[in-house]
């Protein structure tokens, strides 16, 4: 089947130069490469909200209660 995709020019010129080192078509390159992303595992997509989750790490935990302006004042001068 033929269609029309809008590619970027950079995208399309590295595109032609893969093509012709493998001799085969810029079409056979685009339809393998389809094909690859579509055999993705389902877990690889974004979920149904639409984004991926962000992500998140331990931080070790609260050096200072920020609601005590002293001891919030004492930490930030201890880390200069």
Same mark, same amino acid.
């Given at each position: 089947?033929?269609?029309?995709?809008? #590619?970027?020019?950079?995208? #399309? *010129?590295?595109? $032609?130069?893969?093509?012709?080192?493998?001799?085969?078509?810029?079409?056979?390159?685009?339809?393998?490469?389809? $094909?690859?992303?579509?055999?993705?595992?389902?877990?690889?997509?974004?979920?149904? %909200? %639409? @984004?991926?989750?962000?992500?998140?790490?331990?931080?070790? %935990?609260?050096?200072? +209660? #920020?609601? +005590?302006?002293?001891? @919030?004042? *004492?930490?930030?001068?201890?880390?200069?």
């Amino acid at each position: 089947m033929k269609t029309t995709l809008n #590619i970027d020019d950079s995208v #399309i *010129q590295r595109l $032609r130069e893969a093509a012709a080192r493998r001799g085969t078509t810029m079409s056979a390159l685009v339809e393998a490469g389809l $094909r690859r992303v579509l055999a993705e595992p389902k877990q690889m997509d974004a979920p149904s %909200g %639409g @984004l991926a989750p962000l992500p998140t790490w331990h931080s070790g %935990g609260f050096r200072v +209660d #920020i609601a +005590d302006r002293d001891a @919030l004042y *004492q930490a930030m001068e201890e880390e200069e």
